[in-house]
């Protein structure tokens, strides 16, 4: 079956740190990842996204991500966090379901920044 | 120009009561969504439609009916509101499908209250 994990539940960064949030997912094919970001109040923002070629994909408001099929991993990075990148981060599958699309999302990672 | 747009914002409702929720999208996509986010945060697919043909069902209580009017509407019409009824209900939109890479757009999300 699909699925997705986030093992953090609740990360805290001081802001300037680095930060790294974990993302594994169990898919019998070649996997469509996504990261969403989701503001207090807010609907979901698409962060960044991988479905082929290569596996160190770039995504807005300088967020990374790496594509390890070897481990079923696909970790978001940000080198340096700012105070506004406090929010609901959800890391998603593109899945089908009896021949079509959907999305299975990870329970998500609440990240908090100290200033 | 909202991309995805979801009314009411809020709802709060009385057990037993029949509501609805409106989305539109105006990305031409072809397939439309309804996800369901609980008070953990935790998000699942209730419906998918595609040029309004309903193709995702996912075990969802039949007082939940979605109407396609169009392929640039989705709406969700609940009959008999419960208390577990509660939660921020997301619409969401994407060109042909997740499963083939392709990113959905998400509504800001309905917050129903059931009192």
């Known amino acids: 079956a699909q699925s997705v994990t986030q093992p953090d539940i609740h990360i805290t960064v001081s802001e300037g740190a680095s930060l790294e949030l974990r993302c594994n997912y169990s898919y019998g094919a070649t996997p469509y990842l996504f990261w969403y970001v989701q503001s207090p109040g807010q609907g979901l923002q698409l962060l960044l996204k991988?479905?082929?070629?290569?596996?160190l994909v770039q995504g807005i408001k300088g967020f990374e991500a790496e594509f390890k099929r070897s481990q079923s991993s696909f970790n978001l990075r940000k080198p340096s966090v700012h105070w506004s990148d406090a929010a609901e981060y959800f890391c998603?599958?593109?899945?089908?379901?009896?021949?079509?699309?959907?999305?299975?999302f990870g329970a998500g990672t609440r990240l908090a920044v100290h200033p | 120009d909202t991309a995805v747009s979801q009314t009411p914002k809020y709802l709060v409702t009385q057990m037993g009561n029949d509501k609805s929720i409106k989305c539109e999208q105006n990305?031409?996509?072809?397939?439309m969504y309804w996800y369901k986010q609980d008070s953990k945060k935790f998000l699942k697919i209730m419906f998918s439609?595609?040029?309004?043909?309903?193709?995702i069902n996912e075990t969802v209580p039949n007082r939940f009916s979605p109407k396609s009017p169009d392929k640039a509407h989705l709406n969700l019409h609940i009959n008999s509101l419960e208390l577990g009824d509660s939660a921020v209900y997301f619409c969401?939109?994407?060109?042909?499908?997740?499963?083939?890479?392709?990113?959905?757009?998400f509504g800001q999300g309905t917050r129903l209250t059931v009192v």
């Open positions: 998603a599958v593109g899945g089908f379901s009896g021949g079509y699309n959907k999305l299975i």
């Open positions: 969401a939109s994407s060109t042909i499908g997740t499963g083939t890479g392709h990113e959905a757009f």
């Open positions: 439609y595609n040029n309004k043909e309903l193709i």
């Open positions: 991988y479905f082929s070629g290569d596996t």
């Open positions: 990305l031409g996509h072809d397939t």
